[in-house]
């Protein structure tokens, strides 16, 4: 099968190059053969330029019109109800309004190869169509070989598709052949020895074309590898409607609009959509992060919350419980040391359910928290002690108050802050100031130690160290400005404002 794909996939592509150049480069033949002013027209070619322009055997000819190039001259002749004009010039533009179509034929046809041995059945019928649409040029081309060249691989190609991958059946494939054979030298003989019979040979001939390319789109399209592309493709957003109507209107103005630059602007446009198209997923991936990533990470964070208030609860209510209770037993037999140990574990494990959710910042609001988080770095033996000096000025009542989440969010960065001034600031002194509202907080955490210079505090940054990126995804879920200053040697600090909007 790959063999044959390739094949029909070449071949496709080669008649859709000879088509672009032929609409591009060649003069069209009248395909009329007649004798001197005064004499008359011994014969037409059917489907020839001179046949569609109305010229028939048996005409007059009144004049010939020449002129310095061959595309000056201008046949005319007389029949039996009016007069019939065959200009050269006219039918080479026309032929030249082909070529947008031919470059776009090309263009499937060349994808079409180039993906021939990956996706045979499909690229080789992609490649049929693409050299179909390439051949049109041939057949207006005039020349008895060329045109009836052009005529029979528009039948040929897609009963070559058909017969040779398209249908598993042989029964099938020899009446798609002997069909085409027999449509084909219909078409012939009427062509050439029997113009009387050329209308319903001509349309037997398309109406054959036109089935059996149905035939291979039905055949070729894998319904199950597009219901997989579809359902991979994801919801369709508005972008992929933008994309589909502008593929849709190049293929319009490459088929309908004779105008070559408007037929150059829709390719222009066709081919960075189609691009679009083809690599959408990671795009709309991006586009989704930029639109959607403050609401994520906000979510993200609000889940890390909950599960921090989960972990929390069940610390407290099951085994701190039942520590407790073997530390009452254990208490009660005089002969068991265990009792401190299990007491210090205990501590270990309130401390953790604390840090997790602090009761104190959800019962009392985040003024007091704060305190209870200077108090419980103090308490941990650092010789870099906290002071607090706030102006807090909210309540303990939730509508006196900073919102959950800000005060949640805020207590975090405080607390990220501090304990990297704890760790890292070299250090004696971390003071936490600022001022508390309702709808406002500004505060500040500074230390006296070492500090950064501006090439240390870069390094830091990009590195992702002194927890900013946390602190930074926290401020902007809540819509606080965050900054961080840092100087050696005066120390570091980090100011974080929010209000009510």
């Known amino acids: 099968m790959r063999a044959a794909a390739a094949g029909l996939a070449a071949f496709g592509l080669g008649v859709a190059i000879w088509g672009a150049a032929t609409a591009a480069l060649d003069i069209p033949e009248a395909g009329v053969d007649f004798q001197a002013p005064g004499g008359v027209v011994s014969s037409v070619l059917?489907?020839?330029?001179?046949?569609y322009s109305g010229i028939r055997a048996g005409q007059t000819v009144v004049e010939?019109?020449?002129?310095?190039?061959?595309?000056?001259w201008v046949l005319h002749a007389r029949g039996p109800s009016a007069d019939q004009?065959?200009?050269?010039?006219?039918?080479?533009?026309?032929?030249?309004?082909?070529?947008?179509?031919?470059?776009?034929?090309l263009l499937v046809a060349l994808f079409a190869a180039a993906a021939a041995l990956r996706w045979p059945r499909p690229a080789a019928g992609v490649a049929v169509v693409a050299g179909m649409v390439g051949a049109v040029p041939l057949m207006f081309e005039g020349h008895p070989l060329v045109s009836s060249f052009g005529g029979l691989v528009m039948l040929?190609?897609?009963?070559?598709?058909l017969a040779s991958i398209g249908l598993r059946d042989g029964r099938r494939r020899l009446l798609a052949i002997v069909a085409a054979l027999a449509v084909g030298a219909a078409w012939l003989v009427a062509r050439f020895v029997a113009p009387a019979a050329w209308e319903p040979a001509e349309t037997a001939r398309t109406g054959a074309s036109l089935a059996a390319v149905a035939a291979t789109a039905w055949v070729a399209i894998d319904r199950r590898m597009v219901r997989s592309a579809i359902e991979s493709f994801g919801p369709p957003t508005a972008l992929d409607l933008v994309g589909l109507a502008l593929i849709a209107g190049a293929a319009v103005s490459l088929w309908?609009?004779?105008d070559a630059s408007v037929s150059v602007i829709g390719l222009a446009i066709a081919v960075p959509t189609l691009a679009y198209l083809r690599f959408r997923r990671p795009f709309v991936a991006a586009l989704d992060r930029l639109r959607y990533g403050d609401v994520r990470e906000r979510a993200s964070i609000d889940a890390v919350e909950a599960e921090r208030g989960r972990l929390a609860r069940e610390i407290h209510d099951e085994p701190l419980q039942e520590l407790s209770g073997v530390i009452s037993r254990l208490e009660s037999t005089p002969e068991a040391a265990e009792a401190g140990a299990l007491r210090d574990v205990a501590a270990h494990l309130r401390a953790v359910a604390t840090d997790l959710q602090p009761p104190v910042l959800e019962d009392l609001g985040l003024g007091p928290a704060i305190g209870f988080l200077a108090q419980r770095a103090n308490a941990k033996g650092s010789?870099?002690?906290?002071?607090?000096?706030?102006d807090d000025r909210t309540g303990t009542g939730r509508l006196d108050r900073l919102p959950p989440e800000v005060e949640i969010a805020l207590y975090r960065i405080l607390q990220e802050a501090v304990g990297n001034a704890q760790r890292h600031s070299g250090g004696w002194r971390v003071e936490v100031s600022?001022?508390?509202a309702p709808g406002l907080a500004r505060l500040t955490v500074r230390d006296d130690g070492v500090g950064l210079d501006e090439d240390a505090l870069r390094d830091a940054r990009r590195q992702g160290r002194l927890g900013m990126d946390s602190m930074r995804a926290r401020a902007a879920a809540i819509g606080a400005d965050l900054r961080f200053a840092s100087s050696a040697p005066h120390g570091t600090a980090i100011t974080v404002r929010w209000s009510r909007s």
């Open 434 to 436: 600022g001022v508390l």
């Open 256 to 258: 309908v609009v004779a």
């Open 64 to 72: 010939l019109r020449t002129g310095p190039t061959e595309l000056d």
């Open 85 to 105: 004009y065959l200009p050269i010039r006219g039918i080479t533009a026309e032929l030249r309004a082909m070529v947008p179509r031919s470059l776009g034929a």
């Open 156 to 161: 040929a190609l897609p009963i070559a598709w």
């Open 46 to 51: 059917p489907g020839a330029p001179g046949w």
């Open 383 to 390: 010789s870099v002690r906290v002071t607090v000096g706030l």
